[in-house]
């Protein structure tokens, strides 16, 4: 995690908030290429971006993954798994390169999955959400972006009132 840090900051800024790590659960699709036991963090980096990134995003994430793994510090095939993503004040829309009925295809072969919703004032899953992001944990995280973000939108004049 560290290192995916150190790599990430130069171009997405400091880190700004982080998550208590929780396990993560794949039903055994991860084991053969990361090994078992696996945790997740989830790491809010620099300032607020358009989310029209997301696709570029994940290709540099994919990339930033190969040059860890081609390091040879460990056993498995993908030591580490970066997954880029967005916070909006309605949901956690997340990238990917598996394509399932749920996922919009944005481009070179990237997807865009809604993981969480913003709902009756908490954060709800969806049937398709890894079952680490229907944790407390990720549920405080998102409540505290959210708070974060509504701060900034309020003192930038983006945020719309209801009179």
């Known amino acids: 995690m560290d290192w995916a840090i150190e790599r990430i900051s130069p171009y997405w800024g400091p880190v700004t908030a982080t998550s208590d790590s929780v396990p993560f659960e794949a039903g055994g699709f991860y084991d053969a290429s990361m090994g078992v036991g696996?945790?997740?963090?989830?790491?809010?980096?620099?300032?607020?971006?358009?989310?029209?990134?997301?696709?570029?995003?994940?290709v540099q994430t994919n990339l930033w993954e190969s040059d860890y793994a081609a390091l040879g510090r460990h056993d498995e095939t993908r030591p580490i798994n970066l997954d880029a993503g967005y916070?909006?004040?309605?949901?956690?829309?997340?990238a990917t390169i598996k394509d399932r009925d749920h996922r919009i295809y944005l481009r070179d072969g990237i997807f865009a999955e809604v993981t969480l919703n913003y709902v009756g004032k908490r954060w709800v899953h969806h049937?398709?959400?890894?079952?680490?992001?229907?944790?407390?944990?990720?549920?405080?995280?998102?409540?505290?972006?959210?708070?974060?973000?509504?701060?900034?939108?309020e003192a930038t004049g983006q945020i719309r009132r209801v009179v």
Do not use: C, M, N
């Open 38 to 58: 696996l945790t997740k963090t989830l790491i809010a980096f620099g300032d607020y971006q358009d989310p029209g990134g997301l696709a570029d995003w994940k």
């Open 87 to 94: 916070f909006s004040q309605a949901k956690l829309v997340l």
């Open 127 to 153: 049937r398709w959400s890894y079952p680490s992001y229907r944790t407390t944990e990720v549920a405080t995280f998102a409540l505290r972006l959210r708070a974060d973000l509504r701060q900034h939108l």
